[in-house]
C-alpha cells in the first residue's frame, strides 16, 4: 500500500472559512505556509499548507511533516 505524504481538502468540503484575507492571498499567490496543527492524538505539529487547482476545482493541501502525524495517529487514522 503506498502512502503519499499529503492531506488533501477539497474547498467544497470546507464548511466555514478558516483562513484570514491575508492568509487567502498568500495561498491565491501559489506561495505556502507554515501552520500549527493539532493532530487526532492532540499532540501539535507544523506542516506547510498550499492550494491547488486540482481539475475544475480548489483544494487545500497539507504536506511537511505529514507523514509524522500519520505515524503519531496510527491507531486513530484507520
Excluded at 481538502?9 to 478558516?18: A, D, H, V
Amino acid at each position: 500500500m503506498s502512502h503519499q505524504n499529503h492531506l488533501s481538502m477539497s474547498s467544497k468540503q470546507i464548511r466555514s472559512p478558516f483562513l484570514n484575507e491575508d492568509e487567502e492571498r498568500m495561498l491565491n499567490a501559489k506561495r505556502q505556509m507554515a501552520v500549527t496543527f493539532v493532530e487526532p492524538c492532540l499532540s501539535v505539529s507544523t506542516v506547510n499548507l498550499t492550494k491547488w487547482s486540482i481539475g475544475s476545482s480548489l483544494s487545500y493541501i497539507i504536506n511537511g511533516d505529514y507523514s509524522n502525524v500519520l505515524k503519531n495517529n496510527r491507531d486513530s487514522l484507520k
